[in-house]
């Protein structure tokens, strides 16, 4: 059975070889040069227009999405934003946004880990540890536990 599907995939491997030879004419395929004989046979083509027609025209922008333009820079002030503003513009300054508080973030978590370890090295110079806290907090539990158990008993010889 995997002789078979072996096999399959090779003539599957040669059919688009031999389709890509047809397409363009050509055996060469990790050639960047281009051929004299290619270039002659096919007029010059001028470049393609259409990829505009995908942008949309104009995209009336949100007061976030104003502030994410102020943010990153595009523009100084509220009063200088059109009133139509390409997604492109836009998604290029959320971005840019998306940036800068990713680096925030970073510094935040940098100096939070700093400031941690600075109090981790001051509890260690007060000789505190986890360890001492949570036997602390057991042994207080217990005593709690402890007078409860003989306020219980003593509200139970009252009771006899």
Same mark, same amino acid.
């Given at each position: 059975m995997n002789f078979i599907r072996s096999r399959l995939a090779t003539?599957?491997?040669?059919g688009q070889w031999r389709r890509q030879v047809m397409e363009t004419g050509s055996v060469r395929r990790m050639c960047d040069k281009p051929q004299e004989a290619k270039a002659e046979s096919q007029p010059a083509v001028p470049p393609r227009a259409d990829h505009l +027609?995908? &942008?949309?025209? +104009?995209? &009336?922008?949100?007061e976030f999405d104003k502030k994410m333009l102020l943010w990153s820079g595009r523009f100084k002030t509220a009063d200088q934003i059109p009133e139509l503003v390409s997604f492109e513009t836009i998604d290029a300054a959320r971005n840019n946004?998306?940036?800068?508080?990713?680096?925030?973030?970073?510094v935040a978590t940098i100096m939070a880990c700093l400031m941690m370890v600075i109090s981790g090295k001051r509890a260690a110079a007060r000789h505190e540890s986890l360890t001492k806290q949570n036997m602390e907090k057991k042994a207080r539990w217990r005593e709690e536990l402890q007078r409860e158990r003989e306020a219980a008993a003593a509200m139970s010889e009252k009771a006899q």
């Open positions: 003539g599957r491997l040669m +027609g995908f &942008k949309i025209p +104009g995209y &009336k922008p949100s946004v998306r940036v800068k508080v990713c680096y925030g973030m970073m």
